[in-house]
């Protein structure tokens, strides 16, 4: 008997089958691109998600050797969404999380608003790409197409819509669109109707681990699997890889590299920040939350140095690897300020733009490899420290993504953050985590303490360098310094 999670991430789908121990038996990944059809837009096509989906489902159950699946959850990348028509078919493209189109409307909004509003009932403040403020941008600007709207759904909502045909959404993703009541659970009246959200176009809630639906015979052919295997609500992507690595008390920590980077603390209440830099959301976990700090550019910044460098090896991201090597710590003064499709925590600038600074005649590829593993962990402590002053409590910190396998990240990100780093030496924790809570569902486990219990990850510790982190200080000054600047320089 075995368990698959589908982990819908911005950059790839993955598919996860794992054992009840959590031991990963088979993986499938697909590539999802991401349509620019102008700067300030990012959207995807959700026959992609679906296709692509297929492909990495079967793909895992070959490498598994196994179609013998209990029980199936989902995760997926937060805040963007979907619009269904009356037959739950998609009305366009999806419009995503690193979308800026609504950057210029999030003033009007909060000014109007409020945003002690936004804190004190959604426990974060509108930003760009998240699904309010881009309903109140459509009402503005694509009237017709919100007005053939019967439903928005988030992204792995639709992957569960196409294996069940059942629509809704689970209560921890709806927590990320900033028109929910964090507190309350429960879609907030006032901000959706301040916001222009028509009420009938809201997703049912659903707790991530209830059953939402069954998988079709259709279904059950184009994926190579059995008919009826049970299908979770499923959670947000920052939730699932909580669940897995056993974050579901409050007290613990996680960095998390992906596409984007993210601190999460886990919470016995909500908690808002008074000075608006962090997000709180529900966690997957019933009557529990977490506080989410997030950089927007982390692999996104090392595909984009990838694709720059036209780097055609079997795997470019060691050839970046290999060349980041080559140079000291502190990338003799090459600092680069990873905000390429804007920034959240701390500054919640989505006008933010990237720079290299202090590029020299000397400077090469070794030195730009170097420069962005170091600016995207300056972003990740500036995220940290945001977290800690807002009341983020945490003993320990858990480091995970795959990214993090590089030894030189690892150690690069340890030594920035000045403190000890426990790296999750266990694979596909995301996908994992989505496993897990397909195996609540389906009753192979009792609760989320037993399956985090059942699939607890190996750690590696790694302590920093006294040297290097003195280094690193000055480093994250300069960038923090820079950082404040490129700002002003922007909005001026």
Known sequence: MALLGIDLGTSAVKAVIVDEAGQVLGTGTREIPMEVPAPSRAEQDPEAWWSNT???????????????????????HMHGGLLLDAAHRPLGHAITWADQRTADL???????????????????????GFMGPTLAWLRRHEPERLDATAMFVLPKDYLRLRLTGE??????????????????????????????APRHILPPLLESADVAGYISEAVAAELGLRAGIPVAAGCSDQCAQAVANGLVEPGNGSVALGTGGQIVVATAAPLADPKGRIHTFC????????????????????????DRLRLQSENPYASLDRLAADVP????????????????????APEATGAFVGLRWGHRRAHLARAVLEGVACSLRA???????????????????????????????????????????????????????????????????????????PLKLTEPDARCTAVYDEVYARYSRLSALLLEAGRS
């Open 283 to 306: 966690h997957a976990v019933p009557d529990r939350w977490y506080q989410l700090g997030a950089t927007l550019s982390v692999g996104l910044s090392l595909r984009w140095l990838r």
């Open 329 to 348: 710590a502190g990338a003799d003064g090459l600092i680069f300020l990873p905000y390429l499709v804007g920034e959240r925590t701390p500054i919640m």
């Open 54 to 76: 297929v492909k990495a489902v079967r793909q895992a159950r070959h490498e598994a050797g196994t179609d013998d699946i209990a029980g199936i959850g989902l995760d997926g």
């Open 106 to 128: 999030i003033p009007e909004i909060e000014a109007e608003i409020g945003v002690e509003t936004f804190l004190s009932i959604a426990g974060t403040r509108q930003a760009a």
């Open 383 to 457: 995220t940290r420290d945001a977290v800690v002053d807002a009341g983020g409590e945490c003993e320990s910190w858990l480091a995970t993504g795959n990214g993090l396998a590089s030894p030189l990240w690892r150690g690069i990100l340890t030594d920035v953050f000045g403190e000890p780093l426990a790296y999750v030496n266990a694979p596909e924790r995301t996908g994992v985590g989505a496993a897990l809570i397909g195996g609540i569902a389906a009753g192979v486990y009792r609760d989320y303490a037993e399956a985090s219990a059942a699939a607890r990850p």
């Open 167 to 196: 629509a809704a959404t689970d209560i921890s993703d709806a927590s990320g669109t900033a028109m929910f009541d964090v507190a309350a659970r429960a879609w907030s009246t006032e901000l959706c109707e301040r916001l222009g």
